[in-house]
């Protein structure tokens, strides 16, 4: 942080926005604060150089409705999401309740939670397992990306150089049970990361069902969610076995690698976070199987 004084833009539209952030490329959009108060744990917060507030950019803080999608801007309070209701999928508004507290989450918008670039925070979750799809623009153009291809980078949001996220798309489907669980780090009070499950049932036929875990990584294996699609329901014995060992692997295969991202982890801590997925796929199938 710069301890000269700070400058505070009010930009009202994208133009004047990104007039902003060109004449002051080191300017820091700025919408709830959570974050840079929270990072800083000090008395005096210490602001950046430059700042882009984005409290006067309505086209930021719209939600709209269609008969498919439910669209959030991205400056979007987390508690404005909650009060909306059953409009929004219940995985998304368990997962943003577990977040921090009421007070916090009247401040801290969605775009903060997906954008950050420190860690990955909670929202991205569910927003992978719904396959939302995110705009970002620039000051020349905008682009959609999905939701886990921009969470995709371990701990590091997809954004180019001055892009902005401006608008969250959720597809509005019928997900008939869904699970929430958020994990604890052993004797840290920080998260241990957040795991999701939803599924679509038919006359009693699984037709889809999807698991997402993140902390510092993303991990969804689609190959043994496609091994249940279609089951008839209660599953079988073997067919839940058989669900939970393609996990196990995946979990093993992919822990090579993956959790190398995961800093600050020992292998005991992965031994239990391995655990503690493997635990919550287990109680979720268990309850639709013989």
């Known amino acids: 942080m710069d301890n000269g004084p700070s400058q505070v833009f009010y930009p009202s539209s994208f133009q004047e926005f990104f007039s902003s952030w060109n004449r002051f490329p080191d300017a820091v959009p700025y919408a709830g604060g959570t974050d840079l108060i929270r990072s800083q744990g000090k008395r005096a917060t ?8 984005l409290d006067r950019m309505d086209d930021l803080r719209k939600i709209t409705r269609t008969e498919r999608y439910l669209e959030i801007g991205a400056a979007v309070r987390l508690n ?11 995985v998304l508004t368990k997962t943003l309740e577990g977040i921090a507290d009421p007070q916090i989450r ?3 918008t969605i775009g903060g939670n997906l954008c950050n670039k ?22 020349s153009e905008s682009r959609w990306i999905s939701a886990s291809r ?18 969250i798309r959720i597809p509005l489907e019928h997900w008939n049970y869904s699970m929430y669980r958020k994990f604890k780090s052993p004797g840290v009070n920080e998260s241990g990361g957040v795991i999701v499950l939803v599924m679509k049932i038919q006359k009693n036929i699984l037709t889809e ?40 692997r995946y979990l093993e295969e992919m822990g090579k690698g993956a959790y190398s991202q995961e800093e600050h982890l020992s292998k005991s801590e992965i031994s239990l976070l391995k655990i503690q997925i493997m635990n919550f796929i287990e109680k979720a199938i268990l309850e639709i199987s013989d």
């Open 209 to 248: 069902i999807r698991i997402v875990y993140s902390r510092n990584i993303i991990l969804q294996d689609r190959s043994s969610e496609a091994l249940l699609a279609g089951k008839q329901l209660p599953l079988t014995r073997k067919a839940a076995e058989d669900f939970f060992e393609r996990w196990r």
């Open 106 to 108: 009247s401040l801290a």
């Open 150 to 167: 921009f969470s995709a980078r371990p701990g590091l949001p997809a954004l180019g150089e001055r892009e902005l996220l401006t608008r």
């Open 118 to 139: 420190s860690r990955r925070l909670d929202a991205s979750v569910p927003m992978a397992a719904l396959e939302a799809r995110y705009e970002l623009k620039t000051a």
């Open 80 to 90: 404005d999401i909650i009060s909306l209701g059953k409009v929004v999928p219940g």
């Open 46 to 53: 210490e602001l950046p150089r430059n700042i882009l507030c």
